[in-house]
């Protein structure tokens, strides 16, 4: 039985920082994307940034390119998403998400990720 759990979110001032961690299980995860995914009240959910296997490759949202960081351990079978310098817009339900990339496939779908874990809540105050 394949699981992501998220940890790390909280409440957090604008300006601040914190660092999310995906915990993997379940399977071989080798050759799998691992992507952040968030969704603010009344929004549809994001790709906020992705990693390939190797960690060679990363994708970040341009609202958090230069801020947020992914990076991850294969030998932990975990991701990471350091948030930096953040903002009240920043605020929503985190998700990690895995999959493996098909021909045509952004990574920065919703539908082209397999395994999803069950979110965590960040919130920026300002």
């Known amino acids: 039985q394949v699981q992501l759990v998220e940890s790390g979110g909280g409440l957090v001032q604008a300006g601040g920082s914190l660092r999310l961690s995906c915990a993997a299980s379940?399977?071989?995860?080798?050759?799998?994307?691992m992507g952040w995914f968030r969704q603010a009240p009344g929004k549809e959910r994001e790709c906020v940034a992705h990693?390939?296997?190797?960690?060679?490759?990363?994708y970040y949202a341009d609202s958090v390119k230069g801020r947020f960081t992914i990076s991850r351990d294969n030998a932990k079978n975990t991701v990471w998403l350091q948030m930096n310098s953040l903002k009240p817009e920043d605020t929503a339900v985190y998700y990690c998400?895995?999959?493996?990339?098909?021909?045509?496939?952004?990574?920065?779908?919703?539908?082209?990720?397999?395994?999803w874990g069950q979110g965590t809540q960040v919130t920026v105050s300002s």
């Open positions: 990693i390939t296997w190797s960690g060679a490759n990363t």
């Open positions: 998400a895995t999959g493996l990339r098909s021909t045509l496939a952004t990574m920065r779908r919703d539908d082209d990720y397999d395994y």
């Open positions: 379940g399977r071989s995860f080798r050759s799998y994307y």
